[in-house]
């Protein structure tokens, strides 16, 4: 089972964000850059509020290197059936 982001969709996280109970696994996400349990904890970010600002501000990746070729938002984004 891939590992989904809550906030971006992203499907490459290595870890579930969160474990059943509910505990932060501290992962970045490559992609939109949210920690669990940081962001939304110290924070105090929603993934909605996070989402927003990081699309706002042009959905860049965290971490470019794991950007695939060919990256669609749009598609990405169904993974959380978000539709932009």
Known sequence: ????????GYD???????D???????EI????GFEFGFDDDSEGLSFEEY??????EGAK???PDMKPK???IKRQLLN???QL
Not at 12 to 18: D, F, I, K, N, R
Not at 20 to 26: F, L
Not at 51 to 56: A, G, H, P, S, V
């Open 80 to 82: 959380i059936n978000v």
């Open 29 to 32: 996400c490559d992609c939109c």
């Open 51 to 56: 989402r927003k600002k990081w699309i706002e």
């Open 12 to 18: 490459g996280l290595e870890e579930m964000p969160y």
């Open 61 to 63: 990746w965290f971490n």
């Open 20 to 26: 059943h109970d509910g505990n932060p696994s501290y």
């Open 1 to 8: 089972m891939k590992n989904i982001c809550p906030v971006c």
């Open 70 to 72: 060919g990256w669609d």
